[in-house]
C-alpha cells in the first residue's frame, strides 16, 4: 500500500469518526428490551455484578473486561433494572452483594 492509499484511508475513517461521533455512543449501548420480563431482570442483575466497577491504576474498569466502566453490558443492566423500578441503591446494594443469581422481587402492580 503506497503512502497515497494509507492517507485516503485515514482521512475517511477519521470524517466519519467526525461525523457520527456524537450518534455513535448511542449506537454502541446494547437496546432495550420493549418490555421488561422476569428473565430479562435476571440477566440485568448478571450484568450488573459481574461488570462491576474495579479500581485500577489506569482508573476504575469493568471487573470482567477490563474496559472503561460502566461497560455496555453494565449500562444495559442498571437501565433494565431502573425500568423493572429499582432506584439505584438498590443496585449499589446488588453489586456490593456480589451475587449474580439475586433474585430481584417483581414490582409493586397498582391494584
Not at 469518526?17 to 448478571?46: C, H, K, M, N
Amino acid at each position: 500500500m503506497n503512502s497515497s492509499t494509507a492517507h485516503r484511508v485515514r482521512r475517511a475513517a477519521s470524517s466519519v469518526a467526525l461525523a457520527g461521533e456524537a450518534s455513535a455512543d448511542g449506537l454502541r449501548d446494547i437496546p432495550l428490551p420493549p418490555y421488561v420480563t422476569g428473565e430479562d431482570t435476571q440477566f440485568a442483575v448478571r450484568a450488573v455484578v459481574v461488570h462491576a466497577p474495579q479500581r485500577w491504576s489506569g482508573g476504575v474498569v469493568c471487573r470482567n473486561d477490563a474496559s472503561p466502566h460502566p461497560c455496555r453490558l453494565h449500562r444495559w443492566g442498571t437501565r433494565v433494572l431502573a425500568l423493572r423500578g429499582l432506584r439505584a441503591a438498590d443496585i449499589a446494594a446488588l453489586i456490593e452483594r456480589g451475587d449474580p443469581t439475586a433474585v430481584v422481587p417483581p414490582p409493586d402492580r397498582p391494584a
